[in-house]
C-alpha cells in the first residue's frame, strides 16, 4: 500500500532505459568534455559525483546540472551548437554568449511582467541543418520586441 501511494505521487524513480558500455563510455567523454571546456569538475553538476564514480551512476545533479539538463542541453540540440558556442569558462562567456546572457536577462524581466513567455525560440527559428547559421533566423516577432530593449 505505502508503494502504490509513493508511486501515485512520483516518489518512486522510473526505471530508467539501462544504457550499453559503449553508450555510457560515449557519455562519460562528452561529460568530460564538457566539464573541460566549462573549466569545472564533475560536482558542479552532479552532487554526488565520488558515489557515480564508483557505480556508474551520476544521475543525481545539482541545481545547476538539472538547468543544464533541462534547458541547456535541450536547446544546443535544437540550434545544433555545443557548450563553447557561448561559454568559455565557468563564468566567461564568448561575444555570442554575452548576447544571449542580455537576451535571458531581456527574457526573464518580461516574462516577470507576465505579458507573454518568451524564450529562444519566440525569436529565433531553429535551423533546419547543421550547416546553417544557429541563430541567423529571426521570427518578424522578433523586430518588435527589440524596441522594448
Do not use: W
Not at 41 to 65: I, N, P, Q, Y
Not at 135 to 147: G, N, P, V, Y
Amino acid at each position: 500500500m505505502l508503494l502504490l501511494y509513493m508511486a501515485s505521487f512520483g516518489l518512486i524513480a522510473q526505471r530508467r532505459f539501462v544504457k550499453s558500455y559503449e553508450e555510457k563510455k560515449k557519455i562519460a567523454e562528452d561529460m568530460k568534455k564538457l566539464a573541460r571546456s566549462l573549466g569545472v569538475k564533475c560536482r558542479f553538476c552532479h552532487s554526488e559525483a565520488d558515489k557515480g564514480l564508483r557505480l556508474g551512476d551520476f544521475t543525481v545533479l545539482t541545481k545547476k546540472g538539472e538547468f543544464a539538463q533541462q534547458v541547456m542541453f535541450p536547446l544546443a540540440k535544437k540550434f545544433f551548437v555545443n557548450c563553447g558556442y557561448c561559454h568559455a569558462g565557468k563564468d566567461k562567456f564568448t561575444d555570442m554568449g554575452k548576447k544571449a546572457e542580455e537576451d535571458l536577462q531581456f527574457m526573464r524581466q518580461y516574462n516577470r511582467q507576465g505579458k507573454k513567455v518568451l524564450n529562444c525560440v519566440s525569436c529565433h527559428i531553429p535551423p533546419q541543418k547543421q550547416e546553417e547559421h544557429p541563430f541567423r533566423f529571426l521570427r518578424q516577432e522578433a523586430q518588435s520586441l527589440r524596441h522594448l530593449k
